[in-house]
């Protein structure tokens, strides 16, 4: 909940209070103090205590989300709970960011909000692919919610790119419920901390696995995560606030040196059995088995998660509160990792286009995305209005780049037309760009900001 929303929002009196008419003053007074009066009544409803409904523990769910491109349904797959909660301690029932998805996590006796996040899917990209016109699949989806002290209602659902729900699941949970999964009590997997600035509930915790490194290889993972997370605070926001992360290497082994790559028939038997050709498109590197990524990190301390995979070919993904994956040993590694970290964490979209896409069916024109960094001009006043320069041209002309480096830039979103980027260049844009640009900085610093107040 937004208070400064609602402080923005209240009716102040006309009256023009002066202290020389006291009738005039204390009229002005009492509705002052009507305002400060639901102000703190609003606060009280809504700004939850942790301790008071949630354990230090991690509640977390596994689902299968199923279907086709005109049918879609959630299944619950498994509950388990970790030792600790490492996520955040404010803002429960506020989200960052509205994702592609939401989970709602209720009282189970008053409904009350006590948690909410966000996230996008795998599976929500492939419904616009034509495979998912014609068969239909399931995926693997798990997150991490506080573990609760009472039966509480959870309900994930599932947005198309309208914003509009298209398939929902409640389920309850009961705390003491003996089918509920223990894990990393027993078996962890072996991890350093390359980053370590304070404890798991005052930062933000980042967890790098190793996908496709045997054994005789975790020397050099441990290498490629070292040059991963010194990219990443080499970029404005996280440089200026890492001191509000820690990040976690985990050597997860594989029994095969480098990942699959179908087009050229190699399959491995890694970790997390990535690939490329997601979707069929050459550099997109994912997985599916997502299970078996939060099975690795069982007992350590996470939030955010990226995977580096122990090859040269070109490529990589990023999930928005999903995962990170990318590829560790191409020459543009160091800017990829970045910029797919940039999604899975910041929720910033793609700024690049493809000239022969007019509009892609990813976003639609008649709504605005809620990435934070392009804009169909629906509601743009939500997005960075407030940051361009007096005179600034709506549309920005390419050519008037250096004049406005906060503009209105057309091309973004994959199309060419009707989305806008804010910057000529960004490191959501092209790999060349040594910066995010300014709107991109303020959308991660305010996701930092809102983890960590």
């Known amino acids: 909940m937004n208070y400064y929303f609602y402080l923005q929002k209240a009716e102040f009196s006309p009256i023009v209070c002066t202290f020389a008419d006291k009738h005039k003053y204390t009229i002005y007074m009492k509705h002052f103090s009507c305002i400060v009066l639901f102000l703190g009544i609003t606060i009280g409803v809504y700004a939850q205590n942790f301790a008071d409904f949630f354990q230090n523990k991690t509640l977390r769910v596994d689902y299968i989300f199923t279907g086709n491109a005109e049918h879609q349904s959630i299944y619950l797959d498994e509950l388990s709970q970790l030792p600790t909660w490492a996520g955040r301690l404010h803002h429960l029932s506020e989200l960052p960011l509205e994702g592609n998805g939401q989970i709602t996590v209720r009282d189970l006796t008053s409904k009350r909000c006590l948690y909410k996040t966000s996230f996008s899917s795998?599976?929500?990209?492939?419904?616009?692919?034509?495979?998912?016109?014609?068969?239909?699949?399931?995926?693997?989806?798990?997150?991490?919610?506080?573990?609760?002290?009472?039966?509480?209602?959870?309900?994930?659902?599932?947005?198309?790119?309208?914003?509009?729900?298209?398939?929902?699941?409640?389920?309850?949970?009961?705390?003491?419920?003996?089918?509920?999964?223990?894990?990393?009590?027993?078996?962890?997997?072996?991890?350093?901390?390359?980053?370590?600035?304070?404890?798991?509930?005052?930062?933000?915790?980042?967890?790098?696995?190793?996908?496709?490194?045997?054994?005789?290889?975790?020397?050099?993972?441990?290498?490629?995560?070292?040059?991963?997370?010194?990219?990443?605070?080499?970029?404005?926001?996280?440089?200026?606030?890492?001191?509000?992360?820690?990040?976690?290497?985990?050597?997860?082994?594989?029994?095969?040196?480098?990942?699959?790559?179908?087009?050229e028939s190699q399959w491995k038997h890694t970790a997390f059995s990535s690939h490329f050709d997601t979707f069929y498109s050459d550099r997109y590197l994912t997985t599916s088995h997502v299970k078996a990524i939060h099975d690795a990190l069982s007992g350590i301390p996470y939030e955010h998660i990226i995977i580096l995979a122990n090859t040269d070919v070109y490529g990589g993904g990023g999930i928005y509160n999903s995962y990170t994956l990318t590829t560790a040993h191409h020459p543009m590694f160091k800017p990829v990792v970045v910029h797919e970290f940039g999604h899975s964490f910041g929720g910033l979209a793609d700024e690049y286009y493809y000239e022969e896409d007019v509009m892609s069916d990813t976003y639609p024109l008649n709504v605005e995305p809620w990435?934070?960094?392009?804009?169909?001009?629906?509601?743009?006043?939500?997005?960075?209005?407030?940051?361009?320069?007096?005179?600034?041209?709506?549309?920005?002309?390419?050519?008037?780049?250096?004049?406005?480096?906060?503009?209105?830039?057309?091309?973004?979103?994959?199309?060419?037309?009707?989305?806008?980027?804010?910057?000529?260049?960004?490191?959501?844009?092209?790999?060349?760009?040594?910066?995010?640009?300014?709107?991109?900085?303020?959308?991660?610093?305010?996701?930092?900001?809102?983890?960590i107040p």
């Open 371 to 451: 990435e934070q960094n392009i804009t169909t001009r629906v509601n743009f006043a939500s997005k960075w209005e407030d940051m361009l320069a007096k005179g600034t041209p709506v549309p920005t002309p390419v050519s008037e780049k250096q004049k406005y480096p906060v503009g209105v830039y057309e091309g973004g979103g994959y199309s060419f037309k009707g989305i806008y980027r804010p910057a000529y260049d960004c490191r959501m844009k092209t790999n060349d760009c040594p910066v995010f640009c300014p709107v991109c900085q303020r959308a991660i610093r305010r996701v930092i900001e809102f983890y």
């Open 122 to 263: 795998l599976f929500q990209e492939w419904l616009s692919t034509d495979e998912a016109k014609t068969t239909a699949k399931g995926f693997e989806n798990t997150f991490l919610i506080p573990y609760p002290k009472q039966p509480v209602e959870v309900e994930v659902s599932l947005l198309n790119p309208q914003g509009k729900i298209t398939t929902s699941l409640k389920h309850i949970v009961r705390p003491d419920d003996i089918l509920i999964h223990q894990r990393g009590t027993t078996h962890v997997t072996p991890h350093r901390y390359l980053l370590q600035s304070g404890s798991a509930e005052s930062c933000i915790d980042v967890a790098i696995l190793a996908e496709g490194y045997t054994e005789k290889e975790m020397d050099l993972f441990y290498q490629d995560a070292q040059k991963a997370c010194e990219s990443i605070f080499s970029y404005e926001p996280f440089k200026s606030l890492k001191s509000k992360f820690n990040i976690v290497a985990v050597g997860s082994p594989s029994a095969d040196s480098g990942v699959s790559v179908p087009r």
